[in-house]
């Protein structure tokens, strides 16, 4: 569960009488800032996994999900509240109203980039269901908490059906001490989880580690499965940092690394002459098409670094140091990403210059030379069945269409406050905008002869979550502290590349 990410969400809790508690768990088309990027769930994207459980602020098992329902509101679920210290104390805090909210742990394995730059999660694995103190998202609300003690009769009913119970108590305890295995297994490695009513930053909290205060060590060496605030806290700043930083790496589509192996095999589709037509006549032939697709293989790749502090920067230096030296990690760990896929990217579109898949455009273009060769490009891409996604720009381009202007000398690119018959819009402040609705996307390491119109599909980024270790050096009083991921990168749809080059 390495992909693992969180959201919260802002619920209600009422009191009825049965032992369960049940609501939306994640609502569908709302859109919230996570970090530093927006985001929002498609209909029917979040699909619980088979053990998906529920658990007490993403850190100890307090039951099962027995049950979810897929509606265009958001996902529906139903889950039955364990008889431990933990559920019980969970269970009375959301019947007195103290716990009010859901919170999601999900992998993402599919997503799309609006125009805006609004992230829509089209496809993820919900893992587990979390209660927590604080939202993220306001859309989610828990319609049930029942409670009940069994009657008579249902004490006799339980005791003749104890022999067929005991087999699903039996697996579910087995899940349960899997999963705190698991947790055991990966102690020193940073869970993906959000912990939110504790204020301070991942700064003030090592500090308090380095001084040795007794309830932040119990925290950070993981005493109590309840107590792990660092672990939990910084991770999703680390990822949300990570996946923010802006470049080429953010127009592609993105996937969930696999657990295991160095390389992943993935599909190239290399030719399709599928012709679907009218049938000429019932019971006649139907046309004859074929797809060709090679298979390929893409190396994983490490990623890392570190920084190295002493006792004294520690413990007696500001706290901003040390938190800057952890975003600074974080922010270096995201750009090396979108290095790593822009690399890619140059590979594909040298490819695609040789194959001649390509678009032309004068070398003073005016707007309706931008115009004309976007059309040419979606005349492609419509050939393929897709559409472009995107404009992929050098800083050198993304300046020359401020200058773009009409006859009567007004640009046509609007950058701020109304005006008329605009062909596109630019964000000096985002590096992005739109050409005719595509999406224009600037990235600051690319070339003048690097520019292409792209769709997502092309390429796709198979990374795992971000993850920081630390270790300390009792010799000569210093502290490490590394950040790391996965990632490979799948070239799927090589022609949805189709690079823009100067007139002959």
């Given at each position: 569960m390495s992909n693992l990410e969180v959201r919260e969400f802002d619920v209600r809790a009422t009191e009825t009488d049965t032992r369960e508690v049940s609501g939306i768990a994640v609502p569908y088309n709302q859109v919230t800032t996570i970090g530093n990027f927006r985001e929002q769930f498609a209909e029917g994207s979040a699909i619980p996994a088979d053990d998906a459980m529920l658990f007490w602020r993403h850190d100890e098992p307090i039951g099962k999900i027995i049950g979810h329902e897929q509606t265009p509101e958001g996902l529906i679920i139903r889950a039955?509240?364990?008889?431990?210290?933990?559920?019980?104390?969970?269970?009375?805090?959301?019947?007195?109203?103290?716990?009010?909210?859901?919170?999601?742990?999900?992998?993402?394995?599919?997503?799309?980039?609006?125009?805006?730059?609004?992230?829509?999660?089209?496809?993820?694995?919900?893992?587990?269901?979390s209660l927590v103190p604080m939202p993220a998202y306001a859309g989610a609300t828990i319609t049930e908490v029942r409670e009940s003690a069994p009657t008579n009769k249902e004490e006799e009913e339980m005791s003749e059906d104890i022999t067929t119970a005991a087999p699903a108590q039996d697996t579910e305890l087995r899940e349960a001490v899997e999963m705190l295995e698991r947790k055991l297994e990966t102690m020193t490695?940073?869970?993906?989880?959000?912990?939110?009513?504790?204020?301070?930053?991942?700064?003030?909290?090592?500090?308090?580690?380095?001084?040795?205060?007794?309830?932040?060590?119990?925290?950070?060496?993981?005493?109590?499965t309840g107590d792990t605030v660092v672990r939990n806290g910084w991770v999703g700043d680390l990822t949300r940092i990570v996946e923010s930083v802006p470049g080429v790496a953010q127009v592609f589509s993105r996937g969930a690394l696999p657990a295991e192996g160095n390389f992943i095999e993935y599909a190239t589709l290399t030719s399709n002459s599928v012709d679907v037509n009218v049938q000429a006549a019932e019971g006649d032939d139907l046309t004859y098409g074929e797809v060709v697709i090679d298979s390929h293989t893409a190396a994983v790749k490490t990623f890392g670094g570190y920084s190295e502090l002493t006792r004294q920067s520690i413990e007696r230096s500001s706290i901003a140091y040390l938190d800057h030296v952890l975003r600074a990690q974080a922010l270096a760990a995201g750009k090396a990403l979108n290095d790593f896929v822009r690399a890619e990217y140059l590979v594909e579109h040298a490819a695609q210059v040789t194959a001649t898949n390509v678009v032309e455009l004068a070398a003073t273009p005016t707007y309706a030379d931008w115009i004309n060769a976007a059309i040419d490009a979606q005349i492609k891409f419509q050939a393929q069945g897709l559409t472009i996604d995107a404009l992929v720009v050098d800083p050198t381009t993304f300046k020359s269409l401020l200058n773009v202007e009409s006859a009567d000398g007004r640009p046509v690119f609007l950058v701020t406050g109304a005006g008329s018959n605009n062909v596109g819009s630019l964000s000096v402040r985002g590096l992005s905008?739109?050409?005719?609705?595509?999406?224009?996307?600037?990235?600051?390491?690319?070339?003048?002869?690097?520019?292409?119109?792209?769709?997502s599909a092309a390429l796709r980024l198979y990374a795992s979550a971000a993850a920081r270790l630390q270790d300390e050096n009792i010799i000569n009083l210093s502290k490490s502290f590394s950040v790391y991921m996965f990632a490979a990168v799948a070239h799927e749809i090589k022609s949805a590349i189709v690079p823009v080059v100067p007139a002959a």
């Open positions: 039955k509240i364990s008889d431990t210290p933990r559920g019980n104390e969970a269970h009375t805090l959301l019947r007195d109203g103290v716990i009010s909210k859901f919170s999601v742990g999900f992998e993402p394995v599919e997503q799309r980039v609006e125009e805006d730059g609004t992230i829509t999660r089209t496809s993820t694995v919900v893992r587990e269901v490695v940073a869970a993906p989880a959000v912990v939110v009513e504790d204020t301070r930053s991942a700064g003030q909290v090592l500090q308090a580690i380095a001084k040795g205060e007794e309830s932040e060590i119990r925290a950070y060496t993981g005493a109590t905008g739109d050409l005719a609705s595509i999406p224009v996307v600037m990235d600051a390491e690319l070339a003048s002869d690097e520019i292409a119109f792209v769709n």
